[in-house]
């Protein structure tokens, strides 16, 4: 295997330690409206995920940076043609991530159900826009002979792009729903695995449809076994749901983002963007890789420093692993539980 084929396969991995680590708390964002029915319960929900959400987004830097070095074409490529809606991904994460902060520094209700709102839709924007943008990625695009995209916006938004936005969005949820019964405590676990039988249904039609789509379009062998990992351990994290085994259902839940995202770079390989006006104009592992040297010297830097990642989050989430509920919420009074500021 060559370096480039290396280098994609890990470029792989990180988009899928991405999606795994923010789709719930994209989820979890997104249920703060659904889900939660007073200000203790929001808080509930975004303390699930307040020492981690940060950690997460680290895997979506990595991924961007080892585009940009492994792959400079595929990069420039992807980032100029997909500008407005990476932008407003890249617009999200940062109100996200002020709301986070900002959202407990004043006691306000109107100030702190601002920053909720910033919260909600903060996450449900890039939940569906990583699908359209994913979407297309695999599709193809309007890439010319000098590996310019020559479309538009409006050409992202095709029927089949916006089909794994509703993907990405609903998958997101139903994590975040099972991650929430993971950590949680009292009537909001119960709830959370109610809305996540309701967004793993829902995600279970809409990622049947899309992923045999991408299959009869773009699959091969390698990626029909991945969608089939992928339906069954969807059924089989419904199924724990259902039974009340929380940490069985997250496990299966993360394992169906795992098997579909890699089903898509299983389809896509050895093309990283397809053309749709020449396929001799795609960009492929190949044509589209830096030099063997930074290749080399790239793979030597991720030997080293990808472990103590790896070792730094994996300790986080083991610090943080016991279940929150309401009564952990300071000044929290039980008697005001139908509050529905």
Aim: with cysteine; charged share 15%; net charge neutral.
């Amino acid at each position: 295997m060559e370096l480039h084929d290396v280098w994609f396969v890990l470029i792989a991995v990180l988009w899928i330690g991405y999606f795994f680590l923010e789709g719930f708390d994209f989820g979890i964002g997104i249920l703060t409206k659904p889900l939660a029915r007073n200000t203790a319960e929001r808080r509930v929900l975004i303390n699930t995920i307040g020492p981690v959400w940060d950690g997460n987004e680290v895997w979506l830097l990595t991924a961007g940076g080892a585009t940009f070095a492994a792959f400079p074409d595929w990069y420039a490529t992807l980032f100029s043609g997909f500008y407005i809606p990476l932008l407003l991904i890249l617009v999200c994460l940062i109100v996200r991530g002020v709301a986070f902060e900002y959202r407990a520094k004043r006691p306000e209700p109107r100030w702190q159900r601002n920053w909720e709102e910033a919260i909600f839709w903060t996450s449900l924007v890039p939940a569906f826009l990583w699908g359209v943008a994913f979407a297309n990625i695999v599709r193809g695009v309007d890439i010319d002979a000098q590996k310019n995209y020559v479309g538009g916006f409006w050409d992202l938004l095709n029927p089949y792009a916006l089909l794994g936005g509703l993907v990405t969005l609903s998958l997101f949820t139903f994590h975040g729903a099972v991650f929430a019964a993971l950590k949680t405590v009292g009537d909001i676990r119960d709830r959370a695995r109610d809305a996540a039988l309701k967004a793993g249904l829902a995600a279970a039609a809409l990622a049947l449809v899309f992923l045999v789509w991408t299959q009869a379009d773009n699959g091969n062998g390698r990626s029909l076994a991945a969608l089939v990992i992928a339906v069954l351990a969807l059924l089989g994290a419904l199924l724990a749901n259902r039974a009340g085994r929380e940490g069985r259902a997250f496990v299966l839940s993360g394992a169906t983002i795992v098997a579909a995202v890699a089903m898509l770079f299983l389809a896509l390989f050895p093309d990283v963007m397809p053309s749709t006006l020449n396929p001799e104009w795609s960009l492929t592992v190949t044509n589209a890789a830096s030099s063997p040297y930074t290749l080399k010297l790239m793979t030597i830097v991720a030997a080293v420093f990808t472990p103590l990642v790896l070792l730094y989050q994996s300790w986080t989430y083991w610090v943080f692993r016991k279940r929150i509920g309401v009564q952990h919420i300071p000044g929290h009074d039980p008697a005001a539980a139908l509050d529905q500021g």
